[in-house]
């Protein structure tokens, strides 16, 4: 008995060797003008970043025709590798639910949960998907229906089948395959770092494909990967809040809906984003996530009884149907024939939510200490999930009725993408009031993507310190509002095509990336689930 103790004591230490290393958060790193930079990581991604503003700002035509150019060929040539990744992702979330791996605590057995549930999920979707919502709840939907760009299959517009494909392709686009990306993301942040102790960066996640090695150029080109591309998610996110903002104030006001508005927001959001960064995650982003959701609930139950609350149950049910009858059509990239719905629509997504992986992922490893693997993933799939199809159903389910039944201005269909929110909310009572109710959520939204954003660039760039100097982040903050300045001012009268390029151009590399992080993070989970074992037998 003794001698099978101490061979189970041995494994214990040798299975801990695996992840001990020499390696010194911020050892790598730069102090200068009260900044803590990781060299080379910091001054690559803000040098490269730099070059795209100036490129952009002096051969702006170039600039944007060279980026739909990539966009176009990534959508062509690599959308079945998008589309097949968005699967994989699910299927590997779904396989660690249910093997013995799920009952792994994140941050050790003893781990406490920093954050209530409330608060959490809060955080969750201010970070993840508020923005997103904000914007595209009614004119997605509406978009499929009346086929304004495109319609999910084939489908013929204003069918009762295509309301089904509507709503249900739009919730698949929102639903398990996003949540799934960023729970590869998160899941494998956050147990490489409160597990194995290692930094909270994305080279972490790769330690058990590439060893020592992360700490080299390996790991940098990982973390230079992971900061372009979450600027160029976030730019994208923060064009459309801008647009849809600028687009609100102009229906209720008059004052113009053009460039000079929508630059003229970012800079005031961005300067409340740098507020909310110096009063911390408790003081800001946590704060302004439970005010927002407050804000975004009472706004999805008025929506519900104005619009009839039978008729938001038949909604629900078609968004439900919709998405059970669609999910593996839609999930197939062999023999499509909808090329513009394919291509214009889905690739996009997948890509922007790649590209959002490593910000949202990041953020939610921060906030998500305590959970098990199983609770984690369940919470992070299916709750996101759910909550996004009441929503699709109560905003995309109304501005459908209204156009079947020929009400307002969404009877002549889709005009400006961002102004579809507010014509359906024209239809309801007290339609001031909502309206300027669903322009604050949006630069709430706005304000609290920037923060966690400027918070998780932060700490790529710091070689994963989670305590880097406030002027860092008050730089990243700064940087992401001027990066979507930029790409707005590109694109003139088509600013999303610029916006949506950036991200697609930055999001496939980005793909590769997090295929090799599933082997990785299963690797990871396989080792500490072995560990796991043997201290249970040394306990017995």
Known sequence: MAESSNDVSSSIAELEEVYETDYEIGQDNVERLGL?????????????????????????????????ATKSWIQVVFDWVLLSSGS?????????????????RIGGDDAEPDFS???????????????GLMFWGVAEPAAYYTDWYGTPLGVAAYTEEARTAALGATLYHWGLHPWAIYAVVSLALAFF??????????????????????????GNVIDILAVLATIFGLATSLGFGAQQAAAGLDFLFSIGDGLSTQLVIIACVTGLALISV?????????????????????????????????????????TLQGYAQYILPLSNPVGRTDDTFYHEWTIFYWAWWISWSPFVGMFIARVSRGRTVRQFLLAVLIVPTLVTAVWMAAFGGSGLDQIAQGAGALADGIEDEALVLFQMLENLPFSTITSLLGICLVLVFFVTSSDSGSLVIDSITSGGKTDAPVTQRIFWATTQG??????????????????QAGAVSTGLPFTFVLLAMCVSLALGLQHEHKLLQYEEMLND
């Not at 994989?88 to 249910?98: A, E, H, K, N, P």
């Not at 409160?194 to 090695?213: D, V």
């Not at 408790?282 to 439970?290: A, E, T």
């Open 193 to 218: 770092a409160y597990n194995k102790g290692l930094p909270l960066t994305i080279r972490s996640t790769f330690y058990p494909l590439l060893g020592e090695r992360i700490w080299g150029m390996p």
């Open 88 to 104: 994989i992702f699910v299927l590997f979330c779904l396989m660690l639910i249910v093997l013995p791996v799920g009952k792994i």
């Open 278 to 318: 110096l009063r911390g995650i408790d003081g800001g982003v946590k704060l302004l996530s439970n005010i927002n959701m407050m804000l975004a609930l009472a706004l999805l139950l008025f929506v519900i009884v104005a619009s009839s609350l039978s008729t938001f149950i038949v909604n629900l049910g078609h």
């Open 482 to 499: 001027v990066i979507a300045a930029v790409l707005l001012s590109l694109g003139g009268t088509a600013a999303l095509d610029a916006l």
């Open 36 to 68: 803590e930079m990781h060299n080379p990581v910091f001054f690559v991604s803000a040098g490269l970043i730099v070059l795209f503003v100036l490129v952009s700002l002096l051969f702006p035509d170039a600039a944007k025709a060279g980026l739909e």
């Open 117 to 131: 549930l409330v608060s959490w999920f809060a955080m969750l979707f201010a970070a993840g998907i508020g923005i």
